[in-house]
């Protein structure tokens, strides 16, 4: 029997006597509500989250605090040990597989955190991008061992933050926007790439706060690419980024509309409403006529929008 959906319960409610409670009791039996169990691993997975994220800060913070005061022999000691001991729980006490992939994402973390300290001690003379891209390389494998959705994220980011830098640093990408075309284009392929494997059952199915927050990552970095382009010089890579906005904004409406997800619908109204303001800062030279029209225009596109919200809500969007 197939399974019912949110828009197949509203629709019943809308014609029958059930009540409100009734109604979410069937969301929970139906799951279209998350149950108990999923928040319970939603927390835990949060709170070991931060927990490694605050333990690596915390050996950064301290080798900043403390480096005057460090052999480097002690320095560089300290920083494999503490990497060196999340892998050798693997491989010696066999934990499970969360665990398994919180110490590969702590390891990873740590990974970058002795590149640094290696190169403030001998005084390599590497690059920012050298950092962030032998980073990157160290930490592919275990990346792939732990297929965790978290560190996917980090190694996107570091990916990102390896073609920025070295962008910056070697000119090997001339002009502005050809850069923020590039980050757009790996984080959404890697997207793509990621929910292809996903439902082939190659990986773990993707989290949908993972699929959000590389949409929005995405969509961000164009939506930052048109508005630098409004207020700075012309470049011909400019072309490329309107026609990926307006590729990118026209699909996910579609997909929004065909999936009845109202997420998709809010991010890119949202962005939308940023361009339209930029241009609206452009346009105006005054001032205090542009602050006045920017204020009016944002405070009636963002109620329009979130009664929009309200409205596929009600209809069955999610």
């Avoid at 799951?31 to 690596?56: C, D, H, M, N, Q």
């Avoid at 990408?173 to 075309?181: D, H, R």
């Avoid at 993707?206 to 969509?219: G, V």
Wanted: net charge negative.
């Amino acid at each position: 029997m197939a399974e019912i959906t949110r828009e197949e319960i509203l629709t019943i409610s809308r014609y029958s006597t059930w009540e409100a409670d009734f109604i979410d009791d069937t969301f929970y039996d139906a799951e279209i509500y998350p149950p108990k169990s999923a928040w319970t691993k939603f927390i835990r997975t949060l709170v070991f989250g931060l927990g490694v994220l605050f333990f690596a800060a915390g050996v950064i913070f301290f080798f900043a605090f403390n480096w005057d005061e460090l052999h480097k022999f002690v320095k560089l000691s300290i920083v494999e040990a503490l990497i060196i001991i999340p892998i050798a729980i693997i491989f010696l006490n066999n934990p499970d597989k969360f665990l398994r992939q919180i110490l590969l994402t702590l390891a990873s973390l740590l990974t970058g955190t002795i590149f640094a300290v290696f190169g403030q001690v001998y005084q390599t003379g590497a690059n920012a991008y050298d950092l962030f891209l032998i980073w990157t390389i160290c930490i592919t494998i275990w990346v792939v061992i732990a297929d965790f959705q978290p560190l996917y994220l980090i190694y996107i980011l570091l990916i990102n933050t390896t073609i920025v830098t070295a962008s910056q640093q070697t000119n090997w990408i001339p002009q502005t926007y050809s850069v923020f075309n590039l980050t757009f284009g790996f984080t959404f392929v890697s997207l793509v790439v990621l929910m292809y494997l996903s439902v082939n059952k190659i990986i773990e199915s993707l989290k949908l706060w993972f699929e959000k927050t590389l949409i929005f990552l995405s969509l961000m970095i164009l939506t930052t690419a048109v508005i630098v382009g409004i207020f700075a010089e012309y470049e011909s890579s400019y072309i490329l980024t309107i026609i990926l906005l307006l590729i990118t904004f026209g699909g996910g409406v579609y997909y929004a509309t065909q999936k009845k997800r109202i997420f998709y619908i809010a991010v890119i109204g949202t962005f939308t409403v940023f361009i339209l303001s930029a241009l609206i800062g452009k346009s105006i030279d005054d001032a205090v006529i542009m602050l006045t029209a920017n204020s009016l225009f944002v405070g009636l596109a963002f109620t329009g929008l979130v009664k929009l919200s309200v409205h596929l809500k009600s209809i069955g969007y999610e």
